[in-house]
């Protein structure tokens, strides 16, 4: 999927960022400075205007597939709700130069960060798998960390991806229609490390969300930030159903497989879970 011009100006691109921030701390899913978010654009966009300061960096990794396309990303150790109110405080905005090695960070006077959110390295390879695999133009990557997922994803029998999703996608009949996929699932590896982005990418080739083992989430979208950021919300529902239930002895009995089944083959959703 790809975005047709008129493409979404600045303004409206900053504050598609700044309300999936909102969301995400409303759902508690970002405390304190916790998430990072980023959107690839594959179009021109003149942002000088709003971040008038100007440096090169090298990219944490390179990515030459995403040459003379941009970014926006949210600034290291910044707030996600506070996006919102001052996006140029919060973002940085970056152009990627020819050969992906390199780009160039614009940023305002406002800036309140010195670099690019720690996990810009998965951030930038998962935004380039994407957009190799299916030409888009707009893709939106969002990290966040809801409580329940992340929770459970300390307990052994919830780091493998059968047994995640058998578990997490049997409480309510949407889950199968909103996550056909289910929920990807890694191992807990070192956050901003080499490892974690190439697991992460491997991962969201088959999914659309993946549980980073005792830290957290990572989903993407080709439509909307929101989109990605919906995806966090319904599975972490999925997971708060979860975590009442084991706190209940287990009493809940959840969508029996041919219920899910059946709700599949009645909404036209492919799926190979249940
Ligand atoms: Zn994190």
């Known amino acids: 999927m790809s975005i047709t011009a008129p493409y979404p100006d600045l303004d409206e691109l900053t504050a598609m960022i700044g309300e999936a921030g909102r969301r995400l701390s409303e759902i508690g899913a970002s405390e304190g400075a916790a998430g990072n978010i980023s959107v690839y654009l594959g179009w021109p966009v003149e942002a000088r205007r709003r971040f008038p300061s100007v440096e090169t960096i090298e990219l944490p990794v390179a990515v030459p ?5 941009c970014l926006l990303v949210t600034g290291s150790g910044r707030r996600l709700r506070e996006a919102i109110q001052n996006p140029a405080a919060n973002l940085g905005f970056v152009s990627i130069d020819e050969g992906g090695r390199t780009g160039r960070l614009y940023t305002s006077p406002l800036r309140l960060f010195n670099r690019l959110t720690s996990e810009f390295n998965s951030h930038l390879a998962v935004h380039q798998d994407q957009v190799r695999a299916t030409g888009t133009n707009f893709h939106a990557v969002v990290h966040a960390q809801p ?3 992340t929770y459970l994803s300390h307990i052994p029998a919830y780091r493998n991806e ?11 009949p949407e889950a199968i229609v909103n996550l056909p996929e289910g929920l990807g699932c890694i191992p807990f ?5 080499a490892e974690l982005m190439a697991a992460t990418v491997e991962s969201l080739r088959a999914h659309r969300i993946v549980v980073w083992g005792k830290h957290g989430v990572m989903a993407r979208s080709d439509q909307s930030v929101k ?8 599975a972490e529902a999925a997971a708060h159903y979860e975590c009442l239930n084991l706190l209940n002895g287990e009493k809940g009995e959840g969508l029996t497989d041919e219920e899910i089944r059946a709700v599949a083959r009645a909404f036209g959703i492919g799926q190979k879970i249940f």
């Open 147 to 149: 409580v329940s997922l």
């Open 227 to 234: 989109r990605a950021v919906d995806r966090i919300e319904y």
């Open 162 to 172: 059968t047994d995640l999703n058998h578990r997490l996608l049997r409480w309510q």
């Open 65 to 69: 597939e995403l040459a003379c396309g």
């Open 189 to 193: 590896l070192v956050p901003g490390s």
